[in-house]
T-cell receptor, first 112, second 115 residues
Framework: QKEVEQNSGPLSVPEGAIASLNCTYS??????FFWYRQYSGKSPELIMF????GDKEDGRFTAQLNKASQYVSLLIRDSQPSDSATYLC????????????FGAGTRLFVKA | GAVVSQHPSWVICKSGTSVKIECRSL??????MFWYRQFPKQSLMLMAT?????????EQGVEKDKFLINHASLTLSTLTVTSAHPEDSSFYIC???????????FGPGTRLTVL
């Protein structure tokens, strides 16, 4: 089982719709969770981080964390073609020392 | 804030030569810097974790004698690819954290092509 798992996609949504990206993790001791966006040919950029159970909103983005179920999700409201990118979920694991584990990413395609 | 730079942004070199890539945190002191490699259409692969003044911790399968990392200060880490070969051609990305376990801020990456 992969430590951080994401559906590779591509996830295709029409412009204006809500895009829902999901991520599951295996280490129950994980404390910090991050979402990064990576455009093709570019390096990742931080979108959001979340530490506590529940929802965290920032503009069109909402991160949701459920530690009991070991999943974290990212919702993008009013999706725009410019949101088309690969979204990486990252989890800080305490197992064997502090380490950030990245998922393989989900490709999102927003159709105009 | 939290800007990380990398230099060069791209480099082409001949097989057998060495290439040095610099990673700098411009407006903060980084407790830890990371080096990643990414092949086309593949996910990020962590190569090593670097702390100022100490030896880097390399991931399994990464040759420490081939990928030399020097972390000279809290704002500068360098990766040297020694005796580069065409299979080393890749996108090398560094990142830095302000605090242990915190978010990582990524540099823009260095595209290496070995002929």
């Amino acid at each position: 089982q992969k430590e951080v798992e994401q559906n590779s996609g591509p996830l295709s949504v029409p412009e204006g719709a809500i895009a829902s990206l999901n991520c599951t993790y295996s280490d129950r001791g994980s404390q910090s969770f991050f979402w990064y966006r990576q455009y093709s040919g570019k390096s990742p950029e931080l979108i959001m981080f979340i530490y506590s159970n529940g929802d965290k909103e920032d503009g069109r983005f909402t991160a949701q964390l459920n530690k009991a179920s070991q999943y974290v999700s990212l919702l993008i409201r009013d999706s725009q073609p410019s949101d088309s990118a690969t979204y990486l979920c990252a989890v800080n694991s305490n197992t064997g020392g502090f380490k950030t584990i990245f998922g393989a990413g989900t490709r999102l395609f927003v159709k105009a | 804030g939290a800007v990380v730079s990398q230099h060069p942004s791209w480099v082409i070199c001949k097989s057998g030569t060495s290439v040095k890539i610099e990673c700098r945190s411009l407006d903060f002191q980084a407790t830890t810097m990371f080096w990643y490699r990414q092949f086309p259409k593949q996910s990020l692969m962590l190569m090593a974790t670097s702390n100022e003044g100490s030896k880097a911790t390399y991931e399994q399968g990464v040759e420490k004698d081939k990928f030399l990392i020097n972390h000279a200060s809290l704002t500068l880490s360098t990766l040297t690819v020694t005796s580069a070969h065409p299979e080393d051609s890749s996108f090398y990305i560094c990142s830095a954290t302000i605090r242990t376990g915190g978010e990582q801020f990524f540099g823009p990456g260095t595209r290496l092509t070995v002929l």
